[in-house]
């Protein structure tokens, strides 16, 4: 972003140059000089790296994927009994269902019940076939973390909307984001290119997870104030406070996340 920004303001005052070089000083009718072509220039340039930085690049970062079927949840949440849990709910165990099987869904869907293209794909293509539906999981982390939902939602009494959004309210399943390069879903990194971030759910990186640990003092503190030799370690319960960062002592700290 930034070097984009320095190219087009380099580029808009090498115009301006020649511009200046070109005209004939006695043609300066109006008094405004070359002020007015400064101006416009650079807020052609600025625009245009706008574009390319906001716009165009975040498209080219990220290549979208359909989920197999659009699924509504506002129908299905007011159809079954148990709200969320007739979906995703806990095991014996203590494990968590995740993404619904198809036989969660072949009780009501065994025929085609109404006239909704996607109920008819759905039965279809897959219900008839018995075969899984390959649903995309926005929240995905990547295969070393370890995530347990019942610490959370149990534990932590932590709400679906806090991590999710609102994807329990929704009438559409959205697109799903990859990051071309890291192989990451948008949700981890951010839907902000930047980095902002408004809300709990828009992004889940190493230090979100870490912030709302140390904001709730959720895992046993293991950090240390250490010499700078080791401060290029990732930082996960706490914010740097100075040149001498933060970082573990605690060998296994990092295995309370990663596996
Ligand atoms: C009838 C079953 C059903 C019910 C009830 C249901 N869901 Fe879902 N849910 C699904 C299916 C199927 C998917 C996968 C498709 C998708 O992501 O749109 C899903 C996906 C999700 C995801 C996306 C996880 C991810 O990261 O990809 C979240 C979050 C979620 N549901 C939350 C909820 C909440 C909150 C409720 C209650 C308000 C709820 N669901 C009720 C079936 C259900
Ligand atoms: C309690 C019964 C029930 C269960 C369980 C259920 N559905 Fe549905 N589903 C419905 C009803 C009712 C409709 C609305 C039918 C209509 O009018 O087209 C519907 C509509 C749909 C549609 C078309 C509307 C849309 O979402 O775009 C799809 C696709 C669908 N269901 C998929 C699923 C999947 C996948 C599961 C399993 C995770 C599931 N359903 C579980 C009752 C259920
Ligand atoms: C503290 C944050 C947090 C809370 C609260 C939370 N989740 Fe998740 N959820 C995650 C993360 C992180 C993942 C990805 C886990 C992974 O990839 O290992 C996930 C994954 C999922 C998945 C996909 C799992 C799969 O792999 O099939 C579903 C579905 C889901 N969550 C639904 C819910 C529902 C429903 C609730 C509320 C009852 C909920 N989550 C509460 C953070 C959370
Ligand atoms: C919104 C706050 C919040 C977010 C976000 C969050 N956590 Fe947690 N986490 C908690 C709380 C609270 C607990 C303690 C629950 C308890 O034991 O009471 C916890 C506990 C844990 C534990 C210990 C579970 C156990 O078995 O004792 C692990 C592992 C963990 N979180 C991993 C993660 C990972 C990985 C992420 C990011 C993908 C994450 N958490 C995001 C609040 C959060
Ligand atoms: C609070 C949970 C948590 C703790 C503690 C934690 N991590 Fe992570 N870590 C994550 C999550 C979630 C990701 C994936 C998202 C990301 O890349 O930010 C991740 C990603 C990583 C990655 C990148 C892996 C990849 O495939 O891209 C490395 C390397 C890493 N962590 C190292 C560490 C080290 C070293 C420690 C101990 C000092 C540590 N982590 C402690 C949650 C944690």
């Not at 095991?91 to 009501?108: A, H, I, Y």
Request: charged share 30%; hydrophobic share 35%.
């Amino acid at each position: 972003m930034s070097t984009l920004d320095e190219k087009a303001k380099e580029a808009s005052t090498e115009a301006v140059d020649e511009v200046e070089t070109v005209l004939p000083p006695k043609e300066k009718k109006q008094d405004n000089g070359p002020w007015g072509y400064i101006i416009l220039f650079f807020i052609i340039g600025f625009a245009a790296s706008l574009v390319i930085g906001w716009g165009i690049f975040p498209k080219l970062l990220y290549s979208q994927k359909k989920q197999p079927i659009d699924f509504n949840h506002v129908i299905h949440v007011e159809a079954v009994e148990e709200g969320c849990e007739s979906c995703h709910f806990f095991r014996e165990d203590g494990s968590f269902s995740g993404v619904p099987k198809l036989v969660q869904c072949v009780d009501c869907h065994e025929e085609v019940m109404g006239e909704d293209p996607n109920e008819v794909k759905f039965v279809e293509e897959y219900v008839a076939k018995g075969q899984e539906v390959p649903w995309l999981v926005y929240s995905k982390q990547p295969d070393c973390v370890f995530f347990s939902h019942i610490a959370h939602v149990k534990m932590g009494k932590i709400e679906c909307d806090t991590c999710h959004g609102h994807i329990g309210e929704s009438t559409h399943s959205r697109v799903y984001e990859e990051n071309r390069f890291t192989g990451y879903s948008r949700d981890i990194w951010g839907k902000n290119i930047a980095g902002l971030k408004k809300n709990t759910w828009d992004r889940m990186k190493m230090d979100d997870c870490a912030e709302c640990h140390a904001e709730n003092k959720a895992v046993p503190k293991t950090v240390e104030r250490l010499p700078w030799p080791i401060s290029w370690m990732p930082r996960p319960y706490e914010k740097p406070t100075s040149s001498q960062v933060r970082t573990q002592i605690d060998k296994d700290a990092c295995f309370v996340c990663h596996k």
